[in-house]
Antibody
């Protein structure tokens, strides 16, 4: 069965950095686009970043472009989100999710991890 | 950016009743719209994709319709476990966007 497990969240001061990981299993990781989606406390869902199945194409939401970097290691079935210059408004639960269709960039999210909480506060 | 507007913000109904949730897009998304259900403390779950196709394992009481800019999620007869927040999402263009959600609460 498909499993996505996020890790790396925690508390960080404004301006700081964190690196999130998403360990995937139960599907052929190297053939699916992967995504990060976040949810601020009590708020809705916000798509953040996409990485193509082979890692060669990436898209970012305007709110994180230039501060966050998505990457993946298909040999380890793992995706990452490097978050720099963190702000209070980045406080949220960060979910990794799998694209529904193989080798498609614009996608729906058919599996989600449980999420990891990032808190940015002084 | 394609803005998705969901209505109503909150819907209060009783078990056994029919629920109708709306999602309107700021420009046409064709049929490239999905619906998700999210319960407190849980990740979202994909219910409907491509406007009207149920995802794997989703009960038949959930149905989706619409195209272009106007979409509807219908729950034919509410079960106690259906009370949750529902989001729509488009995959027509970057950035991928979600609606702000409709909270379905027990009356």
């Amino acid at each position: 069965q498909v499993q996505l497990v996020e890790s790396g969240g925690g508390a960080v001061q404004p301006g700081g950095s964190l690196r999130l990981s998403c360990a995937a299993s139960g599907f052929i990781f190297s053939t699916y686009g992967m995504y990060w989606v976040r949810q601020a406390p009590g708020k809705g869902l916000e798509w953040l970043a996409f990485i193509r199945y082979d890692g060669f194409n990436k898209y970012y939401a305007a709110s994180v472009k230039g501060r966050f970097t998505i990457s993946r290691d298909n040999s380890k079935n793992t995706m990452y989100l490097q978050m720099n210059s963190l702000r209070a408004e980045d406080t949220a639960v960060y979910y990794c999710s799998k694209g529904m269709d193989q080798k498609i960039s614009l996608n729906y999210f058919d599996y989600w991890g449980r999420g990891t909480l990032v808190t940015v506060s002084s | 950016e394609i803005v998705l507007t969901q209505s109503p913000a909150t819907l209060s109904l009783s078990p056994g009743e029919r629920a109708t949730l709306s999602c309107r897009a700021s420009q046409s998304v064709g049929i490239y719209l999905a619906w998700y259900q999210q319960k407190p403390g849980q990740a979202p779950r994909l219910l409907i994709h491509d406007a009207s196709s149920r995802a794997t394992g989703i009960p038949a009481r959930f149905s989706g319709s619409g195209s272009g800019t106007d979409f509807t999620l219908t729950i034919s007869s509410l079960e106690p476990e259906d009370f949750a927040v529902y989001y729509c999402q488009q995959r027509s263009d970057w950035p991928l966007t979600f609606g702000q959600g409709t909270r379905l609460e027990i009356k």
